[in-house]
């Protein structure tokens, strides 16, 4: 998973039927993962500037009760905090 | 997710019998993943210019009703608007 | 899918029995997708030379009638034409 | 599977129901995969400071008993030593 | 997959137990994919200095008789020669 920030909002009308009642937000990623933001479904009722944690591939389908739904990244959870000891970064 | 434009199309006569009567589009990321542009089935009613939201890996195989079908790009949706709090993407 | 030409041959006599018979190819990337060349098996009847269409991932193993094909990534069609609408590229 | 360095934890109250009771880790790749930190489930007693090896994507899965799990990335050993012959580096 | 070499050995005593048994080594990769070295479960009995073919990703399990494995890499053959035309490379 990705730890990334909610930065805004995506409407598209037209879609796959399987995707009605989703939401839809743009993250960006704070640490790890890919650089550029992208395109997660909320699973975890985040906000707009909440740090949340993406997951991505099949693995991000798995909070859907149904099958067979196109989504690919979906926020699984909202951070509380993040504690990391700087000094193992070193290597 | 990540959001593209459709920006061609490819045409590909001799192949998996499988792909037969599917549409492929070259397609940019605008917002995130690869950087390259790629190739995407349509499963939303795309047309050349379009801003789309293509979902990748196993995932994009999700909008076909039949199994098996060797696609890992789709458009699964056309995208009214993105709206994106800037003042959020300074970290 | 990434659009690729395919620039060699690979020889691997010991490997996985799944993969016996299997054609692998070396494929470079022209458009999207990985710039480095990778490995592909053939399931369009390419040659050298030609453009094809590669799918990667669990995607690239719906090819296979038999399951259990250790295989992530497979030539699925050659390439006619590519239309690009260059005017879009700009952003 | 990557080489990382568990550097930190993650704390998320509010998140998907499945993923109770899971351990939270940010691990920093050292060798191979993504150059940057990520999150990653612990499934091997893992510790701060911990050279770790980590899985991705669906088999990261394969740790659960229980089925559909949100997560991509999962700790799955911990490394006692690492021997790489660097002359064969070279290329 | 890629073609990658054999450049050294990791251990890891405390480990998820479906795991045991397994060989892990560290590839690098020589054409295409990741960069870095990462590391990889031996199906296709390799050793220190070989060439292989490595698979990735949920394709990788495939070699496994047993389900549940978390292995997102598998050696899957030894190469016995490779051969690129180079003047397709120019493009």
Redesign the interface.
């Known amino acids: ?3 990334a ?12 039927e ?2 009605n009642g989703l939401k ?1 937000f ?1 993250v ?7 650089r ?5 479904v909320d ?3 985040a906000g ?2 909440d740090h949340v ?1 993406v ?9 859907f009760d149904r ?8 926020i ?10 700087e000094s ?2 070193g ?1």
Chains 1, 2, 3, 4, 5 share one sequence.
């Open positions: 998973m990705i730890i920030k909610v930065v805004g909002n995506v409407w598209a009308t037209k879609k796959d399987s995707l839809f743009v960006q990623p704070v640490k790890g993962g890919a550029d933001g992208f395109v997660a699973a975890a009722g707009i500037g944690l997951s991505q591939g099949s693995s991000a389908r798995m909070v099958e067979h739904v196109p989504v690919d990244a979906v699984v959870g909202i951070i509380d905090s993040v504690e990391v000891d193992l970064l290597k």
